[in-house]
């Protein structure tokens, strides 16, 4: 573009006669001339400067006992690759702090210290307690994090192959209720105030994790983001062509997907008493619990849950496993959950049966 300038204003050069002295006229057409020729030649410059096309980066590893997909748009390729690992960094935070399987997490210690003892937690564990009592609230009990000693006692029954009894059950169940939880905000202490008590943050802690590792990598520069940790997915802007992401919803009586959502700014998370099971006596007991009655869900093989955030989109997603399908849509029509899409897939394999939220469709992939 300079050598072009140069030879503008060289032919100009060769116009003016009279050596400077000709009419004035002719030097206003002149220097009219020269800056019309190079405003042409400066706004072909910015349009040859077309914007870099965004470049993305794409992880896979096992995080949280499951496989964790992060994939990050950023302005080139190592900045996509610094959010990446600031995401997994956020991931692995989570699970340090969470995990009821490792024994000196803020959740194992306060499992296995003695009951009223206080245990100190940092502000991400503090925050999904918090969040699972709101839950657990408005669920009326579905929900219910202490739930762990009746997962214990099905996990036990299932690999002794008989049911637990009657008796069995109504003793650990007197162990199960959030309204239990003794939380000092002054200190930030968690308690748990009878012996045999313990926390399950599994239906939600991930979902939470979701959006610290989105929000890690946006602060890292990404323009857009898709965190994927065992096919709960939370979606931050665009792809690098400026479209939604897509993200599959599994089939849950085969191989395969049953349809595609395209979202952006939005989460979603399955749950299903058909996706983990314990068999006894040749029949399947679902991996989650009922912690009203103590026996497992028996409600919908899959329940697929579309909301603003990823902890929302889990804990409702296991909420609704629970309850019946006419329980949570009662829930969503009365107000008590809010901004949340479903779609529940009952029936079975030979006839599988969709039921959606209004407002489900509009995410679906035609």
């Known amino acids: 573009m300079y050598a072009a300038m140069s030879r503008v204003s060289a032919v100009l050069q060769t116009c003016r006669w009279c050596g400077g002295r000709r009419p004035r006229a002719r030097r206003l057409w002149a220097a009219g001339i020269e800056r019309v020729l190079l405003a042409g030649l400066l706004l072909q410059g910015v349009a040859c400067r077309r914007p870099p096309s965004p470049a993305q980066a794409s992880r896979s590893r096992e995080v949280m006992g499951t496989l964790a997909t992060l994939t990050a748009v950023a302005h080139d390729e190592a900045a996509a690759t610094a959010a990446v690992e600031a995401g997994y960094a956020r991931l692995e935070d989570v699970n340090r702090l969470m995990s009821d399987y490792i024994a000196d997490s803020e959740i194992g210690r306060l499992n296995r210290l003695p009951a009223g003892t206080p245990v100190p937690v940092a502000a991400e564990t503090w925050a999904c307690i918090r969040r699972a009592l709101e839950v657990w609230r408005a669920s009326g009990g579905a929900f219910d994090v202490t739930c762990r000693p009746l997962v214990s006692l099905w996990k036990q029954a299932g690999a002794q192959g008989r049911l637990p009894t009657v008796e069995q059950i109504a003793a650990v169940r007197a162990l ?14 968690v308690a748990l105030p009878a012996a045999g008590m313990q926390i399950d943050l599994g239906g939600i802690a991930k979902g ?13 520069g990404a323009r857009g983001a898709l965190v994927d940790v065992g096919g709960d ?27 595609v959502l395209r979202l952006s700014d939005r989460a979603v998370a399955t749950s299903g008493v058909q996706q983990r099971f314990h068999e006894i006596g040749g029949r399947r007991y679902s991996h989650i619990i009922d912690p009203r009655t103590g026996w497992p869900a028996t409600q919908a093989p899959s329940v697929t849950v579309i909301a603003a955030d990823g902890i929302t989109a889990d804990a409702w997603a296991t909420a609704f496993s629970v309850l019946s ?12 959950v809010a901004d949340v899409e479903v779609l529940w897939i009952t029936g079975d394999a030979g006839n599988p049966v969709m039921e959606k939220t209004p407002g489900f469709d509009q995410y679906v992939v035609e």
């Not at 939470?208 to 890292?220: E, T, V």
């Not at 949570?328 to 009365?334: A, D």
């Open 176 to 189: 199960v209720g959030c309204d239990r939880i003794v939380m000092d905000e002054t200190s930030r202490t």
């Open 208 to 220: 939470q994790a979701l959006d610290l590792a989105a929000a890690a990598m946006r602060n890292r």
């Open 233 to 259: 997915v939370v979606a931050v802007g665009t792809r690098p062509d400026g479209q939604p992401w897509r993200v599959g919803v599994k089939d849950p009586f085969r191989q395969g997907i049953v349809l």
């Open 325 to 336: 399908v006419s329980e949570g849509r009662e829930l969503i029509s009365t107000g008590r």
